[in-house]
């Protein structure tokens, strides 16, 4: 590769995998090496919430991520609208992302 670029990463994902899993609440945790993200689905008029995914990654694999969802959120924004009843302090009553 020129100037060396490295060549563009390709991602492989198992059939399995490939219809993803939903979540309607996100518990975030944190040490001092890594951050621990459990994806849930919260059920109405159930008490628990089963955790379908959960995704450890480091300090700055996380602040990427909050970069990186913060510039997508701005062109999905920017195409479609804003995006209303997100996070806490939200006057939407539905179930979004939690915050621990």
Do not use: C
């Amino acid at each position: 590769m020129e100037n060396g670029s490295t060549p563009p990463l390709k991602l492989q994902i198992d059939a399995s995998d490939a219809d993803g899993i939903y979540s309607n609440l996100v518990v975030l945790a944190h040490s001092s090496s890594e951050f621990v993200l459990d994806f849930a689905r919260v059920m109405p008029g159930t008490p628990n919430a089963k955790v379908h995914a959960r995704i450890i990654m480091t300090p700055q694999h996380a602040l990427g991520l909050l970069k990186t969802l913060e510039a997508d959120i701005a062109r999905y924004e920017s195409q479609n609208g804003k995006i209303r009843g997100a996070g806490p302090g939200s006057n939407d009553p539905k179930p979004g992302i939690g915050f621990k």
